[in-house]
C-alpha cells in the first residue's frame, strides 16, 4: 500500500495496560489494514493513511500520516473513537500535537427526510435529500444516522480538542445507529437507507421507530461513509440474516462481470426475500426462519459453516449478523487458519441490548 507522508500528527495515549491496548489495536485492524508489530512498534497501513504506534511503560506515542488535512482530521477521529472504545470503563486519556478544533465531525452532513416506503413487511426505506451525495458513491458505505429530538431544533456534534466526538446531552440527545446506504442518485443528489422493523416487547428500537414515522421535510443528519465496501475479490462468498441484508443487495448490485458470488441469507419468511441483480454471477439461497424446528436457533451459523467446507482459500468470505452468530463464525474461520485480509465479519446487532 502507498505510505503518505504529505501531513502528519502526533499524539500521546494513556492507557491503563499499554501491552493490552496496543494488542487489541492490531487485532482489530488487521481486517482493515497491513500491520505490522515487531518489538513494541506496531504500524498499521491503508490506502489512506499509515498510523504509527510506539510503546515506552505506560504510554502509547501515536504519528498519524495521510495525504492531506482532510484525510488526517478523518483518521484522527477515526482512531480516537476506536482507541476510547477500545479502553472501554478503564482510565484513558489522549492528547495531540495539534488539538482538534471545535468544528464539525469529518464527514458530516445535514439531509432532508423526501419520502418513507415499505420494501417488504419488515424492511421500510428512507430516502433523503443531500447537497452533495458525491462521497456516497463506490468504497465505503455506512454510515451514522443522526435523528434529533422531534419538535427540537437540532443540535449537532462537534470536535473535542482530543479528536472525539462530542454528542448533545439531554434534551437535544440525538438518536445514533449505524446503517448501510443502500443506493444513491447522484442526478438527484439522494439515497436510500434500509431499516429492518423487528418489533419486540420491552425492547427499544429507536432507528426503526424513526423509519416508520418519519415524515416528508424532517431534518437529519449523516456522518461517514465508513466501514468498507465491495471486495476486491473474483469470487465471494455472502452470509447473514436480514440485517446484513442492505449490504450485501448493494454490493451484489455493485459487482462488476465476471465475479462470482453465492449468497445465504436469513429472513422471517418468503414475503422477506428481495430481488437481488448483478451483472456478475450469482447464486442466492434463503433461509426462513419462521420454517425452523423449536431448536432451530443456530441454523444459519450450521449452514454456514456447512458452506465454508467448500469455500476456497481465493474467495473472499463476507459475513455480517448477531453478535454471537458472529463470534461463532470468526472462531470457524480462525480454525480453518484463512487470511483475515479476505475476510469481513462484522456484527449488526445484539440480542442482549
Known amino acids: 500500500m502507498t505510505d503518505f507522508h504529505a501531513v502528519k500528527l502526533s499524539g500521546i495515549a494513556h492507557p491503563a495496560n499499554v501491552t493490552a491496548m496496543l494488542h487489541e489495536i492490531c487485532e482489530h485492524f488487521v481486517e482493515h489494514s ?25 504510554f502509547l506515542n501515536i504519528e498519524i500520516r495521510s495525504e492531506n488535512d482532510e484525510a488526517l482530521a478523518a483518521t484522527r477521529t477515526m482512531f480516537a473513537e476506536h482507541l476510547f472504545y477500545f479502553a ?8 495531540w500535537s495539534t488539538p482538534a478544533p471545535k468544528v464539525r465531525p469529518p464527514g458530516f452532513f445535514e439531509a432532508t427526510v423526501v419520502s418513507a416506503e415499505d420494501v417488504t413487511p419488515r424492511m421500510r426505506r428512507v430516502t433523503l435529500s443531500l447537497t ?11 454510515v451514522r444516522l443522526l435523528v434529533p429530538p422531534r419538535g427540537r431544533t437540532p443540535v449537532w456534534p462537534n ?55 418519519t415524515m416528508a421535510g424532517e431534518q437529519v443528519a449523516l456522518m461517514g461513509p465508513g466501514g468498507g465496501g465491495l471486495p476486491q475479490a473474483d469470487v465471494i462468498f455472502f452470509a447473514g440474516d436480514e440485517s446484513a441484508l442492505p449490504a450485501i443487495a448493494r454490493m451484489v448490485e455493485e459487482a462488476p462481470p465476471g465475479v462470482t458470488m453465492t449468497a445465504l441469507i436469513e429472513v422471517e419468511n418468503a414475503g422477506e426475500e428481495q430481488p437481488l441483480r448483478t451483472q ?19 441454523t444459519l451459523v450450521g449452514r454456514v459453516k456447512a458452506a ?44 442482549e441490548s
Open 34 to 58: 497491513d500491520v505490522v508489530y515487531n518489538d513494541g512498534i506496531a504500524t498499521l497501513k491503508s490506502t489512506d493513511w499509515t498510523i504509527e504506534i510506539a510503546t515506552t511503560d505506560d
Open 88 to 95: 472501554g470503563e478503564q482510565p484513558f486519556s489522549l492528547e
Open 132 to 142: 452533495d451525495v458525491s462521497p456516497f458513491i463506490g468504497g465505503n458505505m455506512h
Open 159 to 213: 470536535l473535542e480538542a482530543n479528536g472525539r466526538i462530542g454528542w448533545p446531552e439531554g434534551e437535544d440527545e440525538l438518536i445514533v445507529r449505524v446503517y448501510t446506504i443502500r443506493s444513491v442518485d447522484l442526478e438527484s443528489n439522494r439515497v436510500c437507507i434500509d431499516f429492518l422493523q423487528h418489533p419486540a416487547e420491552g425492547v427499544a428500537t429507536p432507528g426503526a421507530d424513526f423509519a416508520r414515522d
Open 280 to 298: 456478475g454471477r450469482l447464486h442466492t439461497e434463503w433461509l426462513h426462519r419462521a420454517s425452523y424446528a423449536a431448536d432451530g436457533a443456530n
Open 308 to 351: 465454508l467446507e467448500n469455500v476456497g482459500d481465493d474467495t473472499f468470505v463476507w459475513f455480517a449478523a448477531e453478535k454471537s452468530d458472529v463470534r461463532a463464525i470468526k472462531r470457524s474461520l480462525a480454525d480453518r487458519k484463512r487470511d483475515r485480509k479476505r475476510q469481513y465479519v462484522a456484527w449488526y446487532w445484539n440480542k
